[in-house]
C-alpha cells in the first residue's frame, strides 16, 4: 500500500468516526430543543415568559423558561448557541463524498448497466442535485405553498418520489440511495446556516439595540427546525443502507425509501405529538404495521 492509499484511509476513518460523532450531537440537540418546546407549559400568565418547565438530570433539578423578551444584556454575552454541530456534520459529509466518491466516482457512482456517463459527468450530476435541490425546497418554503400543510406535505413527497426515481436511473443503487440523503441532509445544514443561524443572530443584535426583535424571525427559524426534525429518521435510515443491500439493489428500491420517508415521518410525528402530551399511539402503530407489511411485500415480490 503506497503512501497515498494510507493517507486516504486513513482520512476515511476519521472523517466516518467525526461525521457519525457530530450527527449525534446535532440530532440530539434536535431532538431535545423540540421535545423541550413541546413539553413546556404555556398556560402562564406573564408578559416576559412564553413557556416554563422542569428538568432532572444526573440528581439535579433544572428550571427552564422560554423568554417572550430577550434576557439582560450580560446573557447576551454569554449565549450559547448550537450551530457547529451542523456545520460540522456537513463539512464532515462533504469531505467523505469527496474522498470516498468522487474520488472513485468511476467504481462508486457510475453503473454502465444504469447509464453511461463519464466520472466527471457523474459528479457534476451530482453537484447539481444538491444545489438545485436546495433552491427548489427553499423557494417552497418561502412561497405561500408553505401555509397550506397538506398542499406543501404533498409537494414535498412528490418531488422525493421523484427525485428518488430519478437518481436511480442515472447512478448505480447504493450512489443514488446515498444521494437521497445527501440531498436532505445538505438541506438541514443550509437550513441552519442560511435561515436558522442568520435570524437568531438579528435576534441578537436587535437584542443588543434594546430593540424589540422581529417575531417573524423567530417563527421562521422554528419551521425550518421542525422540517429538520422530521427529516432525521430517513436521513440516519440512508446513512446505515450501506448495511441494507436487500433494500438499496431491490428492484424497486426507489419506491422502498419512499415509503420508508413516509413511515418515519409518521414515527416522528407521534413523538412529536406525545411531548406535547398529546397521544396518538394510533400513529406509531400504523408505522410499525406499515413497516411490517413494507417487508413482507419486499419478501414477496424479490427481484
Not at 25 to 48: A, E, H, P, R
Not at 164 to 179: E, N, Q, R, V, Y
Not at 201 to 213: A, G, L, T, V, W
Request: glycine fraction near 4%; hydrophobic fraction near 50%; charged fraction near 15%.
Amino acid at each position: 500500500m503506497d503512501i497515498l492509499t494510507y493517507t486516504i484511509k486513513w482520512s476515511e476513518v476519521i472523517l466516518r468516526w467525526a461525521h457519525v460523532l457530530f450527527a449525534i450531537l446535532w440530532v440530539g440537540n434536535s431532538f431535545l430543543f423540540n421535545y423541550l418546546d413541546n413539553k413546556l407549559n404555556k398556560k402562564i400568565t406573564s408578559k416576559d415568559i412564553d413557556g416554563e418547565g422542569y428538568l432532572m438530570h444526573s440528581g439535579f433539578f433544572y428550571k427552564l423558561s422560554r423568554l417572550k423578551t430577550s434576557p439582560d444584556s450580560i446573557y447576551l454575552k454569554q449565549l450559547v448557541i448550537f450551530k457547529w454541530q451542523s456545520y460540522l456534520t456537513f463539512v464532515t459529509g462533504i469531505l467523505l463524498l469527496f474522498v470516498i466518491y468522487y474520488y472513485n466516482a468511476g467504481v462508486l457512482m457510475v453503473d454502465k448497466r444504469v447509464l453511461v456517463i463519464s466520472p466527471t459527468s457523474a459528479i457534476l450530476y451530482s453537484v447539481l442535485s444538491l444545489v438545485i435541490s436546495w433552491f427548489i425546497y427553499d423557494f417552497l418554503c418561502k412561497s405561500d405553498l408553505i401555509k397550506n400543510e397538506f398542499l406543501f406535505l404533498t409537494t414535498m413527497l412528490i418531488l422525493l418520489t421523484v427525485l428518488t426515481f430519478g437518481l436511480t436511473k442515472i447512478f448505480g443503487p447504493k450512489f443514488a440511495i446515498l444521494s437521497v440523503g445527501l440531498i436532505i441532509g445538505s438541506n438541514m445544514f443550509a437550513n441552519v446556516f442560511t435561515v436558522i443561524i442568520p435570524n437568531q443572530m438579528n435576534i441578537i443584535n436587535s437584542s443588543k439595540r434594546s430593540k424589540k426583535f422581529d417575531m417573524s424571525l423567530s417563527l421562521a427559524a422554528k419551521q425550518r427546525s421542525i422540517h429538520n426534525n422530521y427529516s432525521t429518521f430517513l436521513v440516519l435510515f440512508i446513512m446505515l443502507s450501506g448495511h441494507s443491500s436487500f433494500l438499496v439493489y431491490h428492484k424497486y428500491n426507489w419506491a422502498i425509501f419512499v415509503l420508508i420517508g413516509i413511515i418515519s415521518v409518521l414515527a416522528r410525528h407521534y413523538f412529536n405529538l406525545r411531548g406535547r402530551n398529546i397521544h396518538r399511539l394510533h400513529y406509531l402503530v400504523a408505522s410499525i404495521v406499515a413497516l411490517i407489511i413494507l417487508a413482507a411485500i419486499i419478501f414477496i415480490f424479490k427481484n
